[in-house]
């Protein structure tokens, strides 16, 4: 499976420019805040809680410096981009504060409380099948957005470096950090965390997290090449797919010492852990690293785990809160 | 009504005793964030996040700063407090800190939650009716615990003064803030904060807030006097009580621009707006001045609400994301 001629695989981005891009994102993202797990479990767990981004999410360090270095003449026709919800937040977002049009390709299985946040945010959602969603990541184009700027969630350089601020972050708030556990969905996330961490504290393990209902990383390492796994939708809808993207296997597969397929109801358990200990709202996507390390997978020592979103349905999350979900 | 020999009016920490807190707590304690409220308003409103702290309220600041000053002898013989749960959680903290023993007297309207925090945490519970347990705020006694040293929640100097950081920080993160709505129980955070505030920024607007169902500084403020209110217990168990520690009166009434009275639905609303927005769990008090800048009462420009807390039993907090509560 190598990547064709037309998704070449994926450069990811150097510490130079993951700290170009905190720079430029300084103004408008948080430094999140990096806080100890409110509960004992076999490592000592931090949690670095991207949910406290005004979007609820870590989506908006990559979107934000990928506009910011986009042209003027390009950004003025307008935007458009394919996502279940967290980056049509961050590029809705970004499009609004530059009074430019914003366009959104959303799987139908884009869950209630994204879609009314990508709505307030003012952006136009554009509900299609799961496959059709996928092809627009794979071929960057879809007809109902011809002609304006694709701002892709995972495969860019500049979204990879704008995600790579949380692992300079975590460097400095936690010199002594063992390990870092990372959600993964398309690989965005873990490319820029890990090239910042590799270059910054090579010793330090990188893992990712995935629902074992949709773990093809894991597979993936598993079996030494890229491999498609079964998919079941669920509360976490966040991260775990069916498949990699092809330009994103060669850089991730360097970068990962392991990757977690976590149940359903660990994950389920960990939302309301960081409930009831940490009071903040995790979706489940947020919730799977800590899952991971609670179960001891990230080893011991000082394990972060990167919440990497809070965007749930409130009527989900009280079902998670009352143990009626999963 | 004036204050008796036995209970002086509360001098307020200068500030330079709240500086000096700062640097005496800095290791123990989390500098919270201040992030943006997630959604439109009639102010600009600013949270600031003490429900992040490791005990998940600001009351570990107080209990920090006050145990940091006592004697080795004083704390050998163990210590108590008397607390509706979160002070409760903040000696207990720090006692378990030093290995020393600690009880607490808590009403028998504290929150099952807040109770389960206080047990994990080593300490010893006496449940007494509330009249009892106001006693104990009032004489600074109980049988139960005789001969150890007493930690008053509110209206000890260097409780205040730990507490009083918050304003440091809110004034260091905000200069161009206009306004401080607080929750007021006893006094204790509404006099650190305003002590701090009104010496670094005397034209900051200073109000406090307080449920309806049980508002004294609100009717004290209206009366020139102290006065008794009705009392009902609700999901707010955090502020809101029958009447004002006698001690408090001359110090809060000084330090504060006005009090807002604000109905139980509005909290509710608030604490959901909180969850959804900001992905955040605030208790009743950490929602009530949010609910009362909301409503437009701290006027227009940037207004900080102190979210003091966020210990909230999940089944409730689930009942109010579900819109059954109150």
Redesign the interface.
Known sequence: MTPSPTTPALEPPTLEEIRAARSRIAGDV?A??L??L?ADGPAEIYLK?E??Q?I?SFKLRGATNAMAQAEAGELARGVFTASAGNMAQGVAWCARARGIACGVVVPDTAPE?KLAAITRLGAEIHKVPFAEWWEVLVTRRHPRFDGRLFLHPVSDRRVCAGNGTIGLEIAEALPAVDAVVIPFGGGGLTTGIASALRALKPGVRVYTAEPETGAPMAASLAAGAPVEVAYAPSFVDGCGSKSLLVEMWPVVRRLVDGSFAMPLGAIADAV?LL????????EGAGATPVAAALAGKAGTGKVVCVVS???ID??K???I??GELP
Chains 1, 2 share one sequence.
């Open positions: 948080v999140t805040p806080v100890r409110g809680l949910n406290l005004p609820g409380a309301r409930a009831e200990r940490n009071r903040v709202i995790a979103g809070g965007n409130s009527a999350l009280a079902r809160l009352t």
